[in-house]
């Protein structure tokens, strides 16, 4: 148990990701069918905005910022200042990814634009870091270095699906599971 559990954690943005797409799931189980692909879309995005945005990067700051060298050792990096301000830029994330869970379409493009820009940094940074360094920590090169790259794409599809479904006001934000 302690295995799957440190597996989960230290793989937090895929585990997230699926715990978005679940809720997602339990989300259109209780709505009405058909679906129409707006709804199915709201409902992908707007639980990828509460998971993968804001509760992944709660948990990022909460790590760099009170666990900073667990964190920097997982990246296979040395403790620095710098984990604090990661910490806190993930903090900054976190608050517009929640708010983006039920706001509107500005919100949404602004709350997964900036966590791209990051996400993205980083992934270059940890490039860097495997072939110049040759840091294959599994926080460097393991499934952080492809949810970097692959969660931004992602949102972005998302809002691209669903600004071509139509009309966002015509389309119920999802409420929380009971």
Not at 2 to 8: D, F
Not at 31 to 36: D, E, F, K, N, V
Request: hydrophobic fraction near 55%; charge should be positive; charged fraction near 10%.
């Amino acid at each position: 148990m302690r295995q799957a559990i440190t597996l989960l954690l230290s793989n937090f943005t895929l585990t997230l990701f699926v715990i978005g797409l679940i809720a997602s799931l339990i989300a259109l189980l209780r709505r009405p069918r058909p679906w129409s692909s707006a709804t199915v879309v709201e409902a992908l995005l707007s639980w990828f905005l509460f998971f993968s945005l804001g509760v992944s990067f709660f948990y990022n700051f909460v790590m760099h910022v009170f666990f900073s060298e667990m964190a920097a050792a997982f990246i296979g990096w040395q403790d620095s200042p710098f984990q604090k301000e990661v910490g806190f830029a993930s903090l900054g994330f976190s608050v517009v990814g929640f708010m983006a869970f039920k706001g509107g379409d500005g919100m949404r493009l602004a709350a997964i634009v900036g966590p791209a820009c990051f996400l993205w940094g980083a992934a270059i940074g940890h490039a860097v870091q495997m072939v110049e360094a040759h840091n294959y920590a599994s926080g460097n090169a393991g499934v952080i270095f492809y949810t970097d790259i692959l969660l931004p794409l992602f949102g972005l599809a998302m809002l691209w699906m669903r600004r071509r479904a139509g009309d966002s006001s015509a389309v119920a934000r999802p409420a929380f599971p009971r």
